[in-house]
């Protein structure tokens, strides 16, 4: 009873934290740059009729607000019906997947919106950079370095814990997902480092602040996401699988909030988006 009164206000706290919290932190930026940056003085960051960004911020709060609703209604149901463990990490996936359709369909529409900057904007003459660019222009060698720990720690654990022949225990299967996910990272991230530039018109400093951005949630994530597995093959170890639905929402949560930092990002040089740019 206990320990479904804990997941309870956990499942709580993964609703307010991705359907509240992090779509108003999204949402805030999104109107901050909107009235700050208008499209009469900056054109060129936007590519539509103002009715489409107008509107698209009305779906995307509107489409957060009926998910929030929908999870209480969840929460609701589960407090009046008796759940076993598997139902409970079922739910805390599920509703994850729902929760990320918003941010999902802005992802979408920022590429969209990157492809027709690119098709408005003419061929700029390439510059190339004065010195190239390294892993450790955008992150600190301590947090990469932990993040190295983290896997070799949870590798260790995985050849510790075969040892012992639990009939559950699948720890090539873990290795080899954890790191496929690094090595999908890995790739993503060297394409945005020496990759073709997204945006026509964004300034260094900023595409500079946007790869650290991206570079720092994914290692971030990676760390979050060794963490629990290992977290998940000591609790069914140590027969507390019924902890595992707690441990999955706040695992859920801690990945969310990561994502939301490539989102948030404190830009500095919005004078490119003007019809005469700014040279500085």
Same mark, same amino acid.
């Given at each position: 009873m206990q320990q479904h009164l804990l997941f309870h206000i956990v499942f709580l706290s993964q609703i307010l934290v991705i359907s509240f919290l992090v779509p108003s932190r999204i949402y805030g930026r999104m109107k901050y740059i909107f009235d700050t940056y208008p499209p009469s003085a900056y054109p060129k960051l936007y590519p539509r009729p103002v009715e489409h960004y107008e509107s698209g911020r009305r779906l995307y709060r509107n489409l957060n607000v009926a998910i929030l609703v929908l999870g209480l209604l969840i929460l609701a149901a589960l407090f009046v019906n008796p759940h076993d463990n598997d139902l409970g990490v079922a739910i805390s996936i599920g509703f994850y997947f729902v929760q990320f359709i918003p941010l999902m369909m802005l992802e979408f529409s920022s590429f969209k919106e990157l492809k027709l900057m690119r098709n408005a904007s003419p061929r700029p003459t390439r510059k190339a950079e004065l010195r190239p660019r390294y892993l450790f222009d955008f992150i600190s060698p301590v947090l990469f370095g932990l993040a190295v720990l983290v896997y070799v720690v949870f590798v260790g654990i995985i050849f510790y814990m075969r040892q012992f022949e639990y009939e559950w225990f699948s720890g090539f299967t873990n290795i080899a997902g954890i790191t496929l996910m690094n090595l999908l990272f890995a790739g993503?991230? +060297?394409?945005?480092?020496?990759?073709?530039?997204?945006?026509?018109?964004?300034?260094?400093?900023?595409?500079?602040?946007?790869?650290?951005?991206?570079?720092?949630?994914?290692?971030?994530?990676?760390?979050?996401?060794?963490?629990?597995?290992?977290?998940?093959?000591? +609790?069914?170890?140590?027969?507390?699988?019924?902890?595992?639905?707690?441990?999955?929402?706040?695992? +859920?949560?801690i990945i969310a909030l990561a994502c939301i930092q490539s989102y948030v990002i404190d830009y500095s040089n919005f004078d490119v988006y003007r019809e005469d740019p700014v040279v500085t």
């Open positions: 993503i991230v +060297l394409w945005n480092m020496y990759g073709k530039k997204q945006n026509p018109h964004q300034s260094y400093e900023d595409r500079k602040k946007q790869i650290e951005s991206i570079l720092k949630s994914f290692v971030f994530i990676s760390i979050a996401a060794t963490v629990f597995v290992m977290i998940s093959v000591v +609790l069914s170890a140590l027969e507390l699988r019924h902890l595992m639905p707690i441990a999955m929402s706040l695992y +859920l949560q």
